[in-house]
């Protein structure tokens, strides 16, 4: 099994910036971060393959990047612009596997990714 420990989450203000990481135990070939607000479902943030290919969602797209240290095993998800709706507890995925999803667009759905990490919580007020 892969163990995901995610860290960086923090309460910022609306506007600021926050970088997340996520370390794995092993090497994977996607990765992915999703989120979760009280009362709501679990949503794809943003995700990435071997290949480099990598997918956002709408809602984020122009302020999170994602950026990835091989050496380290590590993933980060680097958020600008903060907004209050951002606020959530913030998930890693991964697998051993690419997820063949980023190529037709079915990419966040939960069941794409067998590794998970127990969270970081990103607070914006």
């Known amino acids: 099994d892969v163990q995901l420990v995610e860290s960086g989450g923090d309460s910022v203000e609306a506007g600021g910036s926050l970088t997340l990481s996520c370390k794995a135990s092993?090497?994977?070939?996607?990765w992915a971060w999703f989120r979760q607000a009280p009362g709501q479902e679990r949503e794809g943030v943003a995700a990435?393959?071997?290949?480099?290919?990598?997918r956002f969602a709408d809602s984020v797209k122009g302020r999170f990047t994602l950026a990835q240290d091989n050496a380290k095993k590590t993933l980060y998800l680097e958020m600008n612009d903060l907004k209050v709706e951002d606020t959530a507890m913030y998930y890693c995925?991964?697998?051993?596997?690419?997820?063949?999803?980023?190529?037709?667009?079915?990419?966040?759905?939960?069941?794409?990714?067998?590794?998970w990490g127990r969270g970081t919580q990103v607070t914006v007020s």
């Open positions: 995925a991964a697998d051993r596997w690419d997820c063949p999803s980023l190529n037709d667009g079915n990419w966040a759905a939960s069941r794409n990714f067998g590794y």
């Open positions: 092993s090497g994977t070939n996607s």
């Open positions: 990435l393959n071997s290949d480099g290919k990598k």
